[in-house]
């Protein structure tokens, strides 16, 4: 297994190029499913997710051609309906291939994609719609038996709680299935914006894009026609270097990045004390020698990201004062406290609040990804850490991060991938 190996460097330069964004991607690749035609998709970054799906499509019968700059998918061959437990256990993701699949073939075998580090990460909103859209789904021996033996048909759903793979699953589900299905209370995350605006774009209309309440009229069961797209940036993995240049406080621009998606991201920094020069695909971050401490919620989009709590904990560590961040999304998204505690970090949890002293000194020492978000932090820490910083369990970061080492060597961190 690999780990990487950070020493405290000084300030950072240069350019950062952004990849296309993981969490857009996995639904546009499991859109694939709804086409005639095969797909071509600029963009894609090359991480392990987005290999484990494309690996996931091409079980089930597909032709993906994974290129450095285009990845083409042919599912006009597509046959099996099953997506089994090796793969989904791998990434919880999969379950987007649920709609799509049970709206072209009407039968569709998932397996519960169970929990992951962060939470239990149950699908039940998911199923719940389908079943509304006419779908019989039975869980047996973990797995998601799903079928539509009269096709799916469009109906008003209101989720529960916003779900942004249940709004993706759902919207392709409703692309293939008879009349008019509108969903209450959508996910308005970039990611699912994008996946509406490509379906929309190639003879699916939807009506209410980037809002809570999505209309979406589906073709009656005739696959679609997707011209080629490429994929938006990856504002998490940008919020993350911005992270990277505010904790050391270097000047870095970020390249081939839309600021408009990371409007709270943006606005945190800010208020921390870093300033901004920014124009249609750049961001330079001019950060402040004083890192001011900060207050911070985590909720659905357009509010503060959960994937960015994270780092930006290890962020106020450096903070003068007292830090506050309450993760509302996700019941046990603190894994990285404990490591940062180790490195020497003042932080307290209570419940899903943490309030972290800053202007503590971090030590380098040996440290444990537990999940991709917490990887990245330990990161920012280790740029900053007095002596060696050694982050093993590397695989979690290499599921979201194309090529993280690399971006930030060429920037000046002095940060290697190594053999355990
Ligand atoms: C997506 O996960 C992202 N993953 C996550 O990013 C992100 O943290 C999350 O949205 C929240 O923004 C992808 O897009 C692939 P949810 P998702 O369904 O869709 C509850 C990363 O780091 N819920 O919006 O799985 C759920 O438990 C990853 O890139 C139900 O109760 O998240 C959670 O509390 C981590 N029942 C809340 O809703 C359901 O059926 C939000 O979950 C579905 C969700």
Redo the contacts with the bound molecule.
């Keep these: 297994m690999d780990y990487l190996q950070i020493k405290k460097a000084g300030s950072l330069h240069g350019e950062i190029k952004i990849s296309g964004a993981?969490?857009a991607s996995?639904?546009l690749i499991a859109m694939a499913i709804l086409a005639k035609n095969s797909v071509s998709i600029k963009n894609l970054p090359h991480v392990a997710?987005i290999n484990t799906l494309l690996k996931l499509l091409s079980n089930l019968g597909a032709k993906c051609n994974r290129g450095e700059e285009i990845t083409t998918i042919d599912t006009s061959s597509l046959s099996e309906t099953k997506a089994t437990y090796d793969i989904v256990r791998t990434m919880?993701?999969s379950i987007?291939v649920l709609g799509p699949i049970l709206a072209r073939f009407g039968h569709c075998e998932v397996s519960l994609p169970g929990g992951c580090a962060?939470?239990?990460?149950?699908?039940?909103?998911?199923?719940?719609a389908l079943e509304q859209m006419g779908a019989v789904i039975n869980i047996e021996a973990g797995y998601i038996h799903a079928i539509a033996p009269n096709g799916l048909k469009g109906c008003n759903i209101i989720f529960?709680?916003?779900?942004?793979?249940?709004t993706?699953n759902i919207v392709m589900a409703a692309a293939l299935a008879e009349g008019v299905t509108t969903i209450t209370n959508a996910?308005r995350?970039p990611?699912v914006v994008q996946l509406c605006e490509i379906l929309n774009a190639n003879g699916v209309k939807i009506d209410g894009i980037g809002t809570a309440i999505l209309t979406i009229h589906g073709t009656d069961g005739k696959l679609i026609h997707i011209d080629e797209f490429s994929v938006i940036p990856d504002r998490?993995e940008a919020g993350t270097y911005l992270c990277a240049a505010a904790i050391t406080r270097s000047e870095l621009t970020l390249t081939d990045v839309n600021a408009g998606h990371l409007g709270a991201v943006l606005s945190k920094l800010q208020e921390m004390g870093s300033k901004f020069t920014i124009t249609d695909n750049t961001i330079t971050i001019h950060p402040s020698e004083v890192i001011k401490a900060v207050k911070i919620v985590t909720q659905?989009?357009p509010a503060f990201?959960?994937?960015m709590q994270a780092q930006f904990l290890a962020l106020a560590t450096q903070a003068n004062g007292t830090s506050i961040i309450e993760e509302r999304?996700?019941?046990n998204r603190f894994m990285h406290v404990s490591e940062l505690q180790r490195m020497g970090a003042n932080i307290s949890l209570n419940g899903h609040v943490a309030t972290i002293n800053g202007g503590t000194k971090l030590s380098g020492t040996d440290v444990m990804a537990t999940?991709?978000?917490a990887s990245s932090a330990l990161v920012l820490a280790g740029l900053v850490a007095e002596g060696i910083t050694n982050v093993h369990r590397i695989y979690h970061l290499d599921r979201?991060y194309d090529s993280l080492e690399k971006k930030l060597q060429n920037v000046g961190a002095d940060i290697k991938r190594l053999k355990e």
Excluded: M, S
Excluded at 122 to 128: C, I, M, S, Y
């Design positions: 993981k969490n996995l639904p997710d919880r993701a987007l962060i939470g239990q990460r149950p699908v039940d909103l998911h199923l719940k529960d709680k916003i779900t942004v793979t249940g993706a996910a995350e990611e998490i659905e989009y990201p959960t994937d999304l996700f019941e999940d991709l978000r979201g």
